[in-house]
């Protein structure tokens, strides 16, 4: 069967192809759903230190492990490397007060593959052999300032001697409920060494808070069959089985918290989560149950490994009924081998002008998407209840963080998220960037994210969609609709339903919008941080007292925003005339925000003495401009699109509103561009745009050898200054982490390059020249004297993004400098892809494995090598 089958039945619902997958999350501890302090302090709440011994209330973690679309049951490896005080059940990091910038893992892990459908999967863990030296990686980082660079697990000597094991977990289907999985275990060391494996199955606790209803369940079970293996038993999946290939002794114990050893109260019963660790590493005989049977169950496997040793070993698990007849043996691997051909064969047929080093980042860059598909559960009302079997909150938790989505958010669904350690939920803007790689190998699923969003359990009454757990409240820029655009255009299908149903649900949006951040009526607009967390001087999401912004970002994105949805209108508007009159909203509202950017006051938003245009600051009557030149300018370039003259005959309403618009604003339209039949619509006028433009590309400014900065390079020996009421602000170019602690410390927009705006300003320079074509020429930034088009100048920039990641002649990456083990055999050929890259070495930062929006790299190889073919 072919992976294109596969996801055919699976979206007629003939077989549920999709129901396991890479869901089960990389963290759970820390994150704001499991945080029941009186003061909201999610980092130190519930810690790494908690997890072994305390129950999950919203979800599960492990090490690259598997689980059902609703987390019930759930699979991973366990791992001891007879050196730790703790078995290896999850990923460690630091948290953000922990960290020198903010929370980062400290582990070193690949996603190496996967099909859509998760038919075959493959990642990667680095065990070392030494102690983990977790308390080092605590202390060093907690002495570093925020000018020194973190303090990775690279940086110890976890690594030396190739000391480790290279730890490779397969999962291939035999059938949507028959998962076979390979795992493979290589000693990289000269030495034999031990290693005890737990491969452990367990039910998420869906029982234990004294509720009922949706989500909760009675109390399942995990016993020994009598014919081998175990039998899982839960009253909503039905009957399991597990087996595995070797002779192992099978441990039981129960999803349960170990209230002796957090709070030294009685346990309820004797069998707790941790009791694992004190079977395997403390040889207490009574931590698990004798009766064989509990919620958590795993195989105990002792391994001696002599130096280079490589050992595999095969677990399968099956639905109970109509099980598989041969559970191991060559047909095993024989099934594994066909799965991973198929999945194979799906991506040639995807990108088969892709090859050698090109298509390997564009397949690792797709996999690490994939393996980003995590669930996440959070009902806010309960959470912030509490539960009947708690103590009962303290009052002020129903008016602290998220309440004000307590009558609607209730989430469980499987989404993609940023990083899967680092920001383990999911990020309104980072959604919409992650569905552009994904429509390419799964546009279904593309379009359910998307949609997922929309729904009345997500967005709010008042239209304003989720920003990210931390602060629901927050705003992110408004890039749902170019996404679901992107969607209905690069679809062959032409789904009118899909965009439809978008833009019914963005309509509330957009109205949220412009009734929330367009205070004084005028088309000029606030917003708040929106995604750019230190761009500012100061917080945007909190001004200093008495002060008002003006936002040229949220202004620009507002522009931004009408043409998507002005483009939705029109389309739709050719099968349903209806949506004429919506199209001349968007069309109007449009020209008066342009209006407004550039004319407002004088001149809007638009610096004539700088060619940039700049956030505003308003305080005692007076207004002044923040002469901060970063990506808050460069966002006006992306409002750009062109109205073709010729497509409007269709639509005749929307047509005689357009001409009478012409005819009798003329102040307003004054400042679009014509050629024939065409108008420009765009925020930067040609004179705008060609100076903001000699910024852009000035190697001394925006330009970087690895794309545009986040922050003009000029404020290095230009810092920008401000003082209010005796307190100083200050922003100057740094091109690595961030100095200043604003939003975490854990992100920077003050000097790197970041893939998404990068992504939206190459398609912006791209419909520029459809417009303009060769008339519109800007000096080459290679050193020579020639000029060339935008669209030049757009392939240019996508080289120099992906350069970031493509090996030179030494097999060197640029964006991997600062790890000396990934030029080595073993780790040559691993690729992380990380959030954003230092603004003048193109050095990797922040999170590891941001496939979310980093995985834009798989569609700019495509781009890039279709323009190559092209000549």
């Not at 680095?126 to 983990?132: E, G, I, L, N």
């Not at 109007?588 to 001149?603: D, I, R, W």
């Amino acid at each position: 069967m072919s992976e294109q089958q596969r996801l055919q039945e699976d979206a007629q619902r003939q077989a549920n192809w999709k129901r396991w997958g890479p869901y089960l999350p990389e963290r759970q501890w820390a994150t704001v759903r499991e945080d029941y302090s009186a003061d909201g302090d999610a980092w130190n709440d519930f810690g790494h230190d908690d997890a072994p011994a305390r129950v999950y209330r919203w979800g599960e973690d492990g090490l690259l492990g598997l689980t059902d679309r609703q987390c019930r049951l759930c699979f991973s490896v366990a791992l001891w490397n007879h050196q730790d005080p703790i078995l290896k059940e999850r990923l460690f990091g630091l948290t953000g007060p922990e960290g020198n910038h903010g929370e980062d893992v400290k582990e070193l892990y690949y996603y190496l593959d996967s099909s859509p459908t998760h038919s075959y999967m493959r990642a990667l863990y680095k065990y070392p052999q030494r102690p983990f030296p977790y308390e080092e990686l605590r202390r060093v980082n907690a002495g570093r300032s925020r000018q020194e660079p973190e303090y990775e697990l690279q940086d110890t000597d976890a690594f030396d001697d190739d000391a480790y094991f290279d730890c490779y977990v397969e999962y291939a289907k035999a059938g949507p409920d028959d998962i076979l999985i390979r795992y493979t275990v290589v000693n990289r060391g000269s030495q034999a060494r031990s290693l005890t494996l737990l491969p452990t199955v367990w039910f998420r606790n869906t029982w234990g808070w004294g509720r009922s209803g949706e989500g909760y369940t009675a109390r399942p079970n995990i016993s020994v069959h009598p014919e081998g293996g175990l039998l899982l038993e839960h009253e909503q999946l039905g009957k399991w089985r597990f087996w595995v290939e070797r002779e192992a002794e099978f441990l039981f114990t129960e999803n349960e918290s170990n209230l002796q050893k957090l709070y030294g109260v009685k346990n309820k019963q004797p069998y707790v989560k941790d009791a694992f660790h004190r079977r395997v590493i403390q040889a207490e005989k009574k931590a698990c149950n004798p009766n064989q049977q509990g919620t958590k169950a795993a195989a105990w496997i002792q391994l001696e490994l002599g130096g280079g040793e490589e050992v595999e070993l095969r677990f399968r698990l099956s639905q109970a009924e109509g099980g598989p007849k041969q559970l191991f043996g060559r047909e095993f691997d024989l099934t594994i081998a066909r799965r991973l051909k198929e999945c194979e064969d799906y991506y040639s047929q995807h990108a088969s002008q892709l090859q050698g080093a090109e298509r390997q980042v564009w397949r690792q860059a797709l996999a690490g998407l994939l393996w980003s598909k995590k669930f996440y559960y959070y009902a806010v009302d309960q959470w912030l209840e509490g539960d009947p079997v708690h103590p009962k909150p303290p009052a002020s938790r129903l008016k602290g963080r998220n309440h004000r989505w307590a009558a609607n958010l209730y989430n469980r669904d499987v989404l993609l998220m940023p990083d899967a350690w680092e920001y383990p939920w999911y990020a309104a803007w980072d959604s919409a960037f992650h569905v552009i790689p994904l429509a390419r190998i799964d546009p279904d699923l593309a379009k359910q994210q998307l949609l997922l969003l929309l729904r009345e359990w997500y967005q709010h009454p008042n239209g304003q969609i989720p920003a990210y757990e931390w602060n629901f409240d927050d705003v992110n820029p408004p890039v749902h609709a170019w996404a679901a655009w992107h969607l209905y255009r690069r679809d062959e299908s032409r789904d009118r339903a899909f965009l439809a149903r978008v833009f019914q649900k963005l309509l509330l949006n957009f109205t949220w919008w412009i009734n929330r951040t367009d205070k004084d009526g005028n088309n000029v607009f606030s917003g708040g941080f929106l995604g750019l967390d230190n761009v500012g001087a100061f917080d945007r999401s909190n001004l200093p007292r008495g002060s008002e912004l003006e936002q040229a970002d949220a202004t620009a994105w507002i522009a931004f925003y009408c043409l998507q949805m002005l483009k939705m209108a029109l389309e739709l508007a050719e099968t349903d005339p209806v949506y004429e009159d919506i199209a001349s909203k968007f069309f109007e509202h449009f020209v008066a925000v342009t209006y407004s950017m550039n004319k407002l006051g004088g001149s809007g938003l638009w610096d004539e003495e700088d060619g940039f245009y700049y956030d505003f600051l308003k305080r005692d009557g007076s207004i002044t401009p923040l002469k901060i030149r970063s990506m808050v300018g460069l966002i006006s370039l992306v409002a750009v699109d062109a109205l073709d003259g010729e497509a409007l005959k269709k639509l005749p309403g929307f047509k005689r509103r357009l001409e009478w618009f012409v005819a009798n604003r003329p102040h307003l339209m004054r400042h679009f561009e014509r050629k024939g039949d065409s108008v420009l619509l765009a925020v930067a006028t040609r004179d705008h745009l060609k100076r903001i433009l000699m910024r852009v590309f000035d190697p001394d400014e925006f330009l970087s050898p690895f794309g545009l900065r986040s922050l003009s390079k000029a404020h290095q020996d230009q810092p920008f200054q401000l003082e209010i009421e005796g307190e100083s602000y200050s922003v100057g170019y740094e091109p690595g982490e961030a100095v200043t602690p604003l939003y975490g410390g854990n992100s920077n927009w003050r000097g790197p390059v970041w893939f998404p705006l990068n992504y939206l300003l190459i398609g912006a320079l791209e419909q520029y020249h459809k417009f303009y074509g060769t008339s519109l020429k800007i000096p080459c930034f290679d050193g020579t004297s020639k000029q060339i088009t935008l669209k030049q100048a757009a392939q240019q920039l996508r080289r120099r993004l992906v350069k970031l990641f493509l090996p030179d002649k030494q097999g060197r990456r640029v964006s991997h400098q600062q790890f000396l083990q990934h030029n080595r055999p073993g780790f040559d050929q691993l690729i992380l892809f990380h959030e954003y890259f230092h603004g003048d070495t193109g050095r990797g930062l922040g999170s590891i494995h941001q496939q979310g929006w980093t995985a834009l790299v798989a569609p700019l190889l495509e781009q890039m090598v279709a323009e190559s073919l092209d000549g």
